[in-house]
């Protein structure tokens, strides 16, 4: 029996597999001949050149066509199990099998004050702001960027936001770069709050995300991404985003196959600039496009299946989960959270991102995020199950008591009622007190909640050296 794992935490609940082995065997075949027969669109001369070097033909200056037996040693030499560690060097994330962590995602454009209520455009201090808060919350995991800040230089904001989150929380970093020297740039930043470059591949306190165009081609900048990280031996989340029914087919199987052909090449490449570099695959699936509206929605009913293609390739994978298509932190936006991240965890997603966001990826909020924490514990508390012991089962208690109680007043109820799920959020007072306490609903207690983290939480400070280092790779970057 395979056991669901949250954080470091084993739980007798078995997982829920959205495809059968045969059904991942027939998309990895599918995607093995996409790959030999159909070809990818590589636009890097050094990715063509590994490949044809290896073994692959290259049709058409840049059509790459890839035999199965690379693939196979691909798989064969990549790691199952990447290990994040914090700024301290604690190894906190252990991807591996089914083992969950949770976390917010990246760049979205807009923000909801959660002062004001007012959508707006995001800025620099949100970033740090939303990291301090990540820090805070006991069932985030990892730190992404949240927004794009729209007060500091546009070819310099990647910059700003790993400087944010460096000097804001000591978990785990998934950091979004646009191009190569904004990667080169954020990886420098890390070795230097980590102790050089040694250490950090030994503890890496950063993956990177890379969005890859789509399945069947395979954009310039994130081909060097993959490159530049293989070499160094950093974790690369090398993702393929195609949407169904506009760069794949609209049917789940079909974009799901050209996407991990794409994957498969990632990986393919990688190995072959670095045999064993850490590589992070897909547990997202294409998205549909929702022909009534033209939005790619974020928390379509069909979703799981990239995750058992991960699993089916025991290698650590990349979910979504936590966020919602509503507009602002409503009944809609509590309950795709939750269900999404319930089904998340049920699948075994490693990495899953994206709690907090609203508006199908466009607009952050902070009391989203919360409410997501709160979720997250919910379902912690769900997959443990119960222990079956005799402490538990008290016969001799029910024997000593009966049908007379009341229990309440018993050791036995002492000793044990902290087993039991407690909400911090989720209201549960009798009527009257919910009126006394303010009569708020969820996403006005969430947005008070989040206030109370951000003027109650101290993150562990990074030195003041350290951040004029981080600083001097802003300005050395802006000076280029």
């Not at 790959?35 to 070097?53: C, F, P, S, T």
């Not at 310039?220 to 506009?246: H, M, N, W």
Request: net charge negative; glycine share 8%; proline share 6%.
């Amino acid at each position: 029996m395979t056991h669901l794992t949250v954080n470091q935490t084993q739980f007798p609940t078995v997982h829920f597999q959205r495809l059968s082995k045969d059904q991942c065997r027939r998309i990895h075949w599918a995607s093995l001949e996409i790959l030999e027969r159909v070809g990818i669109r590589l636009y890097l001369q050094e990715a063509i050149d590994l490949l044809k070097k290896a073994g692959a033909d290259i049709e058409d200056g840049n059509l790459a066509l890839v035999p199965p037996g690379m693939v196979e040693r691909a798989l064969s030499t990549a790691p199952s199990r990447v290990v994040l560690c914090d700024r301290n060097g604690r190894p906190t994330m252990p991807l591996e099998g089914h083992r969950c962590f949770y976390g917010p995602g990246s760049d979205c454009m807009h923000i909801v004050d959660h002062r004001t209520g007012e959508r707006r455009d995001a800025v620099i201090a949100d970033v740090e702001k939303g990291t301090v808060l990540c820090d805070a919350l006991p069932n985030v995991d990892f730190v992404m960027s949240m927004v794009v800040p729209s007060d500091v230089d546009d070819v310099l904001a990647d910059r700003y936001q790993m400087k944010a989150m460096l000097s804001h929380t000591t978990k785990p970093i998934i950091v979004v770069t646009y191009d190569l020297d904004g990667l080169v740039d954020a990886i420098d930043m890390a070795e230097r709050v980590v102790g050089g470059a040694a250490v950090l591949r030994k503890q890496p306190l950063t993956a990177c995300y890379i969005n890859v165009a789509t399945g069947l081609r395979h954009n310039k900048e994130a081909l060097q991404k993959l490159l530049f990280l293989a070499e160094k031996r950093l974790p690369a989340l090398y993702i393929p985003v195609s949407t169904c029914g506009v760069s794949a087919p609209v049917t789940a199987a079909g974009a799901i196959a050209i996407d991990y052909a794409g994957a498969l090449l990632g990986l393919v490449l990688s190995q072959l600039k670095q045999e064993g570099a850490p590589f992070i695959a897909p547990g997202m699936q294409p998205s549909p496009l929702d022909l009534r509206t033209l939005v790619s929605p974020y928390c379509p009913a069909e979703r799981g299946f990239a995750q058992a293609m991960s699993h089916f390739y025991d290698l650590p994978q990349f979910a979504l989960g936590g966020a919602t298509d509503a507009k602002v932190v409503d009944q809609q936006a509590a309950a795709e959270a939750a269900l999404t991240l319930l089904t998340e965890t049920l699948g075994g997603g490693n990495i899953i991102h994206d709690l907090g966001y609203l508006e199908s990826g466009l607009t952050f909020s902070f009391p989203q995020l919360v409410i997501c924490d709160e979720i997250v514990s919910w379902i912690k508390a769900y997959v443990n199950g119960i222990e079956i012991s005799d402490e538990t089962l008290a016969l001799e208690l029910i024997a000593e008591y009966r049908d007379q109680g009341p229990y309440l007043e018993s050791e036995h109820t002492l000793s044990n009622y902290r087993r039991r799920w407690y909400p911090d959020l989720f209201e549960r007072a009798d009527y009257e007190t919910w009126l006394e306490r303010g009569g708020q609903d969820l996403g006005q207690r969430a947005t008070g909640r989040v206030q109370e983290l951000l003027d109650e939480h101290e993150p562990d400070p990074l030195p003041q050296d350290l951040r004029q280092q981080l600083q001097d790779v802003i300005s050395r970057a802006g000076d280029r």
